[in-house]
């Protein structure tokens, strides 16, 4: 099955949650866009458009990796978006993961 997904993955090389859900994006064939918050444009833009959701005041208190958006509504980090899939197209809680 050839699943198409909008997924956005705002992470840190050094985080290994953001390299599972990119490595679960390439597992499941998700079309996804991973932007670095180690660049501040990244972090001014995930601040700007999900801060309230994720609860910041400033971009400089983003520090929990990964902030994933599902369809361009912000999901959470890793767990959440694990979730996600087993409510969307399924597969996590099966054994598949």
């Known amino acids: ?39 501040k444009i990244y972090q001014q833009e995930l ?13 400089g208190q983003l520090v929990d990796c990964p902030y994933i958006v599902w369809h361009g509504k912000y999901i959470g980090h890793y767990n959440e978006f694990l979730k996600t899939i087993e409510e969307t197209v399924g597969g996590y809680g099966e054994g598949a993961f």
């Open 1 to 39: 099955m050839n699943n198409k997904h909008s997924i956005v993955i705002y992470g840190s090389a050094q985080c290994e949650f953001c390299a599972h859900a990119v490595n679960m994006c390439k597992a499941r064939n998700f079309t996804y866009e991973y932007k670095s918050i180690e660049y």
């Open 47 to 59: 601040f700007e458009v999900y801060g309230k959701e994720i609860g910041v005041s400033r971009p």
